[in-house]
Nanobody, 122 residues
Framework: EKLLVESGGGLVQPGGSLTLACTASGFTFDDYAIGWFRQVPGKGREGGSCISGSDGSIYYDDSASGRFTISRDKDKNMAWLQMNSLKPEDTAVYYC???????????????WGQGTQVTVSS
């Protein structure tokens, strides 16, 4: 069974930083691209950040570019999303995902974690 487990969410003040972690198991980690997406009630998953398994290529949605950094470590089977300069509109449930093709569209991913809540508020 392929599993992805997110951690590191919580409450952070506007302008602050937070790092989310994704721990993977049940599959060959480097065979899959890893993406981070967020979702608010009533809307789909968006704001993708992606790092490929094949060559480590990185892609960001416009909402993430410049403030978010995605990374991965094959020896640990983990990926991270470093979020800086956080804004209240970044408040959402953040999901880690795995898929065979890299990209910032959520439709490219077929395995998802349970999500972790990030709240940006003073």
């Amino acid at each position: 069974e392929k599993l992805l487990v997110e951690s590191g969410g919580g409450l952070v003040q506007p302008g602050g930083s937070l790092t989310l972690a994704c721990t993977a198991s049940g599959f060959t980690f480097d065979d899959y691209a890893i993406g981070w997406f967020r979702q608010v009630p009533g809307k789909g998953r968006e704001g993708g950040s992606c790092i490929s398994g094949s060559d480590g290529s990185i892609y960001y949605d416009d909402s993430a570019s410049g403030r978010f950094t995605i990374s991965r470590d094959k020896d640990k089977n983990m990926a991270w999303l470093q979020m800086n300069s956080l804004k209240p509109e970044d408040t959402a449930v953040y999901y880690c995902a795995a898929g065979p093709v890299p990209g910032t569209s959520s439709s490219r991913y077929n395995y998802w974690g349970q999500g972790t809540q990030v709240t940006v508020s003073s």
